[in-house]
């Protein structure tokens, strides 16, 4: 094939324009059809292949319905919808009943029906003809409830190479969507990863879906209307706060759980609202609801003009979950929310943190509403042209974390072999302490499996227990002889507590609180500490042990335990006192060599001398770096989650200092000089972040043209090495694992922002800069997808000199003159 | 005829491409980025001709957005492409 180049491309479409002649010779001029034609036949049909390769990859789907009322409701249309889809798609699908306990007609126990449990899932599985793909939880607000139960089987999908999903029945039968969420291995919904990605900017209705528009339409007729008619008769003229009840006790959030049932919690929501000055209205919806009580107006159906004419002209609308959601979003009513939904932490709605502040109403925020509406418009609407997308997507964002072996290739599961115990949150964390700090001596109150996994783990460690329950005291004696000495206590006036004070015990590297009396436990603890020790707490999350853990702090936490460490323990180490110590800029990356060959040579820019880089590379190409002080970890398989990386990367830094380096930003040349300095002058700080930021905004030009704060910038942090990995370095998290570290840091008064004047900022956040969202794509495998300039495998270094100009450019209007003259002059290095 | 001066057509490149309206640039490699300008140009893909009296002028805008564009994503414009 002859070669040719783009400009000799461009020189002869410019020679031919000037004879006149370059005109296309079609009526829209704006393409050969016939050329058009063959490129969408081609997209077509590659996308058909694409599509039937998909449809022969889709397996079997198991359904597990969950029901908490009638089995008939759940069975009714959306059921059969959502069958329908999947067959469509390609999935075989069959369903199986959990947890429907009572027969209706006798009270008794469906011997058919199993309970939500791993051993109950693997015996519905044993009996299917082949391994199902996914195993789909149907329940209403099943996105929202995840119990230790589900928990479980989640975990034990994840050990058999299954898709775990949530399927929300609510959407779908109230407004035709799909919302279908992998849930993630701690058995919780990615529904608010989803949520979190998606833009503040109002919706697009028009363009959005044809069916959109219809209902968009129908909303703002319902409005007119109600506004035209006035309020109910029955509370013309009232001052009125409206209870939206619907599911409020089982979702109800903390401190808004009341003890007791529906009536119960409807009825201290109603007092409040009595005791504030104001009406109370009960609205609630065709099926049943909690009582009201006298002197409550109670109103009932789901009439959406009713519904309407109640929330507008109330003084507020006090709701439970997810009732009425899309309305009061698009009538823009005030609402305060008191349970968990979708909009949980999202700014749809005002959600108070105390009892105090539920009657008054806030201010509605329209960034928020938009986002939720935006993020509904992207979910998959039934019937849909090719369902179900949503379903594959789901499954693609879980396959990576599906171990081992997912998909095809997985395992059967085995039906002889007895389930895995692994199920409890704190094995892990357990078992990852014990290889971490390698106790020599181990104390535990209340023994059990802990005692053997701790056994198991360290062999040559000296283990003591205590237990209080004489039974079981005398039956872990016997299966944990050898392994450990169990002693007895019984509980009461403290003695439990300070059994190992009492009796001398002595000190002990790991303490495990798994037993009774466990405040009394965490009080006493620190005395038995060794220097080094950690103290691992099972079900931290109970109310009653939140005061007794306020002088420690929290090192780590996975599920329901935490591992604490006294707060009277110097944290972070000695200061260092070396004037120029050594730092390694830890630097992850993927498929952004452009990008990354401009960070690098910002980095080779700095003029601090005592500093190298560890770029950590997860894609397929590998890269080489010429440079002695920058060197390239080349990892051949891609690692899930940006917090991973940065784990793997502080694990190989060996100088006292870190600071990350983005491989899509580009710092200035006194970065790394300016926050060494500023974090060796402070000395009690051990992390500093700069929060003033130059920033790109991708709404404009590729141009610098702000200088913005905008919180912690986790980019810009550098910090002691010990102290991050003493505070349990970066959770394996997509995005914001920095921040959660520094806040952990910044809680003990170890972190400082510096005091440098703001023209000083080091950091050029470059966000979108080639058009794409690049930072905020919903998941890691569109994250793959989108980036992928590999280069040429070797590190380059370029010219950063237009940059600078372009920094200079944008600084006047945001900083004084006389900084801009500074600027240029410290921008040396640049130009 | 529209004022297209160098810095405009520069600025218009920006905005396609930080807009995410050079949906040609999907492409993965160099190369076939390259191509796929080329044959915008050729195809007044930016419809530039239809806004000119001469729509001659149009092609020749479109040539130069090109450029800016292939400059600003990083093209090398003498690098070999399939004719």
């Given at each position: 094939m002859p070669k040719s180049t783009l400009r000799a491309h461009l020189d002869d479409l410019i020679a031919r324009a000037e004879q006149g002649q370059a005109v296309p010779v079609r009526k829209d001029l704006r393409g050969c059809k016939g050329c058009k034609e063959k490129m969408l036949q081609k997209v077509r049909a590659a996308s058909t292949q694409a599509d039937e390769d998909r449809k022969a990859q889709r397996g079997l789907v198991l359904v597990l319905m969950r029901a908490r009322s009638s089995k008939q409701y759940y069975r009714a249309g959306p059921t059969r919808k959502i069958q329908k889809a999947l067959e469509r798609g390609g999935y075989r699908v069959t369903w199986h009943d959990l947890d429907f306990r009572k027969r209706k007609h006798d009270g008794q126990q469906d011997p058919k029906c199993l309970r939500c449990r791993p051993a109950a899932v693997a015996s519905i599985v044993a009996e299917l003809p082949e391994k199902p793909q996914v195993i789909m939880k149907w329940e209403e607000h099943g996105c929202l409830l995840t119990d230790k139960n589900w928990r479980q089987v989640v975990d034990w999908c994840y050990k058999n190479g299954i898709v775990p999903v949530n399927v929300d029945y609510g959407y779908l039968d109230h407004y035709k969507t799909f919302g279908f969420d992998p849930c993630r291995p701690d058995g919780s919904s990615s529904v608010y990863d989803t949520i979190e990605s998606v833009s503040r900017k109002a919706p697009d209705w028009p363009t959005a879906h044809p069916r959109i528009g219809a209902y968009v339409d129908k909303m703002e007729t319902i409005k007119q209307a109600a506004l035209s008619q006035g309020p109910m008769p029955e509370l013309e003229g009232k001052k009125y706060v409206v209870l939206w009840p619907s599911f409020s006790v089982y979702l109800a959030r903390e401190p808004f759980k009341v003890a007791g049932d529906k009536h119960a919690w409807a009825a201290f929501v109603i007092d409040k609202i009595v005791k504030a000055g104001y009406t109370p209205v009960l609205k609630q919806g065709?099926?049943?609801?909690?009582?009201?009580?006298?002197?409550?107006?109670?109103?009932?159906?789901?009439?959406?003009?009713?519904?309407?004419?109640?929330?507008?002209?109330?003084?507020?609308?006090?709701?439970?979950?997810?009732?009425?959601?899309?309305?009061?979003?698009?009538?823009?009513?005030?609402?305060?929310?008191?349970?968990?939904?979708?909009?949980?932490?999202?700014?749809?709605?005002?959600?108070?943190?105390?009892?105090?502040?539920?009657?008054?109403?806030?201010?509605?925020?329209?960034?928020?509403?938009?986002?939720?509406?935006?993020?509904?418009?992207?979910?998959?609407?039934?019937?849909?042209?090719?369902?179900?997308?949503?379903?594959?997507?789901?499954?693609?964002?879980?396959?990576?974390?599906?171990?081992?072996?997912?998909?095809?290739?997985?395992?059967?599961?085995?039906?002889?072999?007895?389930?895995?115990?692994?199920?409890?949150?704190?094995?892990?964390?357990?078992?990852?302490?014990?290889?971490?700090?390698?106790?020599?001596?181990?104390?535990?109150?209340?023994?059990?499996?802990?005692?053997?996994?701790?056994?198991?783990?360290?062999?040559?460690?000296?283990?003591?227990?205590?237990?209080?329950?004489?039974?079981?005291?005398?039956?872990?004696?016997?299966?944990?002889?050898?392994?450990?000495?169990?002693?007895?206590?019984?509980?009461?006036?403290?003695?439990?507590?300070?059994?190992?004070?009492?009796?001398?015990?002595?000190?002990?590297?790991?303490?495990?609180?798994?037993?009774?009396?466990?405040?009394?436990?965490?009080?006493?603890?620190?005395?038995?500490?060794?220097?080094?020790?950690?103290?691992?707490?099972?079900?931290?999350?109970?109310?009653?042990?939140?005061?007794?853990?306020?002088?420690?702090?929290?090192?780590?936490?996975?599920?329901?335990?935490?591992?604490?460490?006294?707060?009277?323990?110097?944290?972070?180490?000695?200061?260092?006192?070396?004037?120029?110590?050594?730092?390694?800029?830890?630097?992850?990356?993927?498929?952004?060599?452009?990008?990354?060959?401009?960070?690098?040579?910002?980095?080779?820019?700095?003029?601090?001398?005592?500093?190298?880089?560890?770029?950590?590379?997860?894609?397929?190409?590998?890269?080489?770096?010429?440079?002695?002080?920058?060197?390239?970890?080349?990892?051949?398989?891609?690692?899930?989650?940006?917090?991973?990386?940065?784990?793997?990367?502080?694990?190989?830094?060996?100088?006292?200092?870190?600071?990350?380096?983005?491989?899509?930003?580009?710092?200035?040349?006194?970065?790394?000089?300016?926050?060494?300095?500023?974090?060796?002058?402070?000395?009690?700080?051990?992390?500093?972040?700069?929060?003033?930021?130059?920033?790109?905004?991708?709404?404009?030009?590729?141009?610098?043209?702000?200088?913005?704060?905008?919180?912690?910038?986790?980019?810009?942090?550098?910090?002691?090495?010990?102290?991050?990995?003493?505070?349990?370095?970066?959770?394996?998290?997509?995005?914001?694992?920095?921040?959660?570290?520094?806040?952990?840091?910044?809680?003990?008064?170890?972190?400082?922002?510096?005091?440098?004047?703001?023209?000083?900022?080091?950091?050029?956040?470059?966000?979108?800069?080639?058009?794409?969202?690049?930072?905020?794509?919903?998941?890691?495998?569109?994250?793959?997808?989108?980036?992928?300039?590999?280069?040429?495998?070797?590190?380059?270094?370029?010219?950063?000199?237009?940059?600078?100009?372009?920094?200079?450019?944008?600084?006047?209007?945001?900083?004084?003159?006389?900084?801009?003259?500074?600027?240029?002059?410290?921008?040396?290095?640049?130009? | 005829m529209p004022d297209l001066t160098d810095e405009k057509l520069d600025e218009f490149a920006g905005v396609m491409i930080s807009k995410g309206l050079a949906p040609w640039l999907a492409v993965t490699t160099k190369e076939q980025q390259a191509k796929a300008l080329a044959l915008a140009a050729a195809t007044d893909s930016f419809n530039f001709a239809g806004g000119f009296a001469d729509p001659n002028d149009g092609i020749k805008a479109s040539a130069r957005l090109v450029e800016k564009i292939a400059a600003k994503i990083g093209i090398d414009l003498d690098a070999e492409i399939d004719a």
């Open positions: 065709p099926i049943g609801g909690p009582h009201a009580p006298p002197g409550c107006v109670e109103l009932r159906g789901r009439d959406k003009q009713v519904n309407a004419r109640v929330a507008l002209f109330a003084h507020n609308n006090i709701v439970g979950s997810s009732t009425v959601t899309n309305e009061f979003v698009m009538w823009g009513v005030p609402c305060t929310a008191l349970g968990r939904s979708w909009f949980a932490g999202q700014d749809v709605f005002y959600e108070p943190e105390t009892w105090g502040d539920i009657v008054e109403p806030a201010p509605v925020i329209q960034g928020g509403r938009n986002r939720y509406l935006n993020w509904w418009l992207g979910m998959e609407w039934y019937p849909g042209p090719e369902t179900p997308v949503a379903l594959d997507r789901a499954i693609d964002r879980t396959y990576p974390f599906v171990l081992p072996g997912a998909g095809a290739d997985a395992p059967e599961p085995a039906k002889d072999k007895p389930l895995s115990r692994q199920w409890t949150s704190y094995e892990r964390l357990l078992r990852r302490w014990c290889q971490k700090i390698k106790p020599k001596r181990i104390f535990e109150w209340g023994p059990g499996r802990s005692t053997e996994i701790m056994a198991e783990e360290c062999p040559d460690a000296e283990i003591i227990c205590v237990e209080h329950d004489l039974k079981w005291h005398k039956k872990r004696v016997e299966e944990l002889a050898g392994k450990a000495t169990v002693h007895h206590q019984r509980i009461g006036n403290d003695r439990y507590a300070h059994y190992p004070i009492r009796k001398e015990l002595g000190k002990f590297d790991l303490v495990f609180i798994d037993g009774v009396e466990r405040c009394g436990c965490l009080l006493h603890a620190p005395q038995i500490l060794s220097d080094r020790g950690v103290v691992l707490l099972h079900d931290a999350n109970r109310k009653g042990y939140q005061a007794a853990m306020t002088g420690y702090r929290v090192a780590e936490q996975t599920g329901r335990t935490r591992a604490l460490v006294p707060k009277s323990r110097p944290v972070g180490g000695p200061a260092i006192t070396s004037s120029e110590p050594a730092v390694t800029a830890i630097c992850p990356t993927y498929g952004r060599a452009g990008l990354l060959d401009e960070a690098v040579s910002s980095f080779l820019a700095q003029d601090y001398p005592n500093a190298r880089m560890l770029v950590l590379n997860d894609a397929p190409e590998p890269i080489s770096s010429p440079w002695p002080n920058v060197e390239v970890l080349n990892v051949p398989k891609p690692i899930n989650t940006l917090g991973r990386k940065l784990q793997m990367l502080l694990e190989h830094v060996d100088t006292p200092l870190v600071s990350r380096w983005d491989d899509d930003d580009l710092y200035l040349p006194w970065h790394l000089s300016e926050a060494v300095g500023q974090l060796l002058e402070d000395g009690a700080a051990r992390i500093i972040i700069n929060d003033w930021t130059w920033f790109v905004d991708r709404h404009q030009d590729s141009w610098i043209s702000k200088l913005a704060w905008r919180g912690w910038r986790e980019g810009a942090l550098t910090a002691y090495t010990d102290t991050l990995k003493e505070y349990g370095g970066f959770e394996p998290k997509r995005r914001g694992s920095g921040i959660a570290l520094c806040r952990k840091i910044a809680h003990d008064g170890l972190l400082t922002r510096g005091a440098r004047p703001k023209w000083k900022a080091s950091l050029i956040r470059r966000f979108g800069l080639d058009g794409q969202r690049l930072t905020s794509t919903t998941s890691s495998t569109e994250f793959r997808e989108r980036n992928t300039d590999y280069g040429d495998g070797q590190l380059r270094q370029v010219s950063l000199a237009s940059y600078a100009d372009r920094l200079l450019e944008g600084a006047p209007k945001h900083i004084a003159a006389g900084s801009v003259v500074k600027l240029r002059e410290a921008l040396g290095a640049w130009k | -």
